[in-house]
């Protein structure tokens, strides 16, 4: 699942999952809330889901927290 996504949408969901708001968001990424709003609404739609809740459930369930932790890691690493 983590491949499918790209690293802008990883950190979107790493942060809504650690229970971000968008405008929280929006302030630490330097991002539009428009993007912001986008990036969620295709992290949903690829895991089939219409609310957030479902999303952070999902996440759980899938260990996507974990998955996405190491995800964030291995970027950060790269840019060093």
């Given at each position: ?67 996405l932790?190491?995800?964030n890691?291995?970027?950060a690493?790269?840019?060093?």
């Amino acid at each position: 699942m983590c491949k499918q996504l790209t690293p802008s949408k990883a950190r979107v969901l790493k942060l809504v999952f650690d229970g971000m708001a968008n405008k929280e968001i929006v302030n630490l990424l330097n991002r539009s809330k428009r993007t912001i709003e986008v990036h969620r609404i295709h992290i949903m739609h690829k895991l089939g889901l219409d609310n957030l809740v479902d999303l952070v459930k999902r996440t759980a369930i899938m260990g996507l927290a974990e998955l996405l932790s190491d995800y964030n890691h291995t970027i950060a690493a790269e840019k060093e």
